[in-house]
């Protein structure tokens, strides 16, 4: 069995100029983790979900490698974390578009897939080796579905 077999075709995408705000309440609406990003061409250019809003709620020191273990001069309160993510919420994606994920082919086996999704814990890109154009998604939701089905 192979990617093709189960992958959701047409999936949800952004564009690379929708915005942060508007990505965030559909990603809150449709309680995906991530949204492949597509060119005009359907082209793949990265992934934007929760961990990208995660990142720009704390300040960049804290998420380098040796970042700071406490944020004294944060806030600890809804309040606060709203305010960082308003400052951001009419950017473009494209501006945090995360360009570091897996991808699978249509060819790709399933059993490769399955060890993708635990490793990254998010969907996984269908995308042409040679065009790079997404044909579609595999979930653990959509694996997950059709075991217990």
Known sequence: MTCSSIM??????????????EAAQLLVARRFRSVPVVDGAGKMIGQFGVHALMRLLVPRIATERLGLPHLPFMQDDMDDLNRRLRRFSNHPVSEY????????????P???????LYHTHDNLPVVDRNTGQ????VSY???????VS
């Open 141 to 147: 939701w959509d694996i997950v579905q059709r075991l």
């Open 134 to 137: 997404l044909l579609g998604i």
């Open 8 to 21: 959701i075709q047409n999936p949800v995408t952004f564009l690379p100029e929708l915005t942060v705000g």
């Open 110 to 116: 399933l059993t490769k897939a399955v060890l993708s």
């Open 97 to 108: 578009v995360e360009h570091d994920y897996f991808v699978v082919h249509p060819d790709t």
